[in-house]
């Protein structure tokens, strides 16, 4: 295969597309792009070196954001050949693992599902009075 987004211009793509979603005051997550299987490397057409060097570019990036980084690749890669059917696409077993890090990622960016966040009691603590007029 051929690139079709060289290198500079992935990363320089990478640092518009953070800016520009930083103006929405959401809380970024990026997740590395996964491993290519050996086979499928083999065939020339996607290789895993080119998906290590770009996602060390887009890495830079959002260390330089201060964007969080789910590193799906390092979580990937040693049970890649066990985890891949094709080559490029999991089987259900790494799919499995592969969403709960990414549930993880996003879970830890989540106030309400921080362990540190504690409920502030209301003002005025809840009556049965509040519900309206009983018959």
């Known amino acids: ?39 499928y490397d083999a065939g020339g057409i996607r290789r895993d070196r080119d998906v290590v060097a770009y996602n060390a570019a887009a890495a830079r990036v959002m260390k330089a954001e201060g964007v969080r980084i789910n590193d799906l690749y390092a979580l990937a890669k040693p049970n890649a050949e066990a985890w891949l059917g094709d080559g490029v696409h999991f089987k259900p077993a790494g799919n499995q693992q592969l969403a709960r890090a990414v549930a993880d990622a996003i879970r830890a960016e989540l106030v309400w599902f921080r362990e540190d966040f504690r409920e502030t009691p209301p003002e005025i603590p809840v009556q049965q009075r509040h519900g309206g007029e009983s018959k």
Not at 6 to 16: D, I, Q, S, W
Not at 17 to 24: D, N, Y
């Open 1 to 39: 295969g051929k690139h079709q987004v060289g290198l500079e211009a992935y990363r320089a793509n990478v640092e518009k597309l953070v800016a520009r979603l930083k103006q929405t005051d959401a809380k970024l997550v990026w997740a590395a792009t996964t491993p290519i299987g050996n086979k």
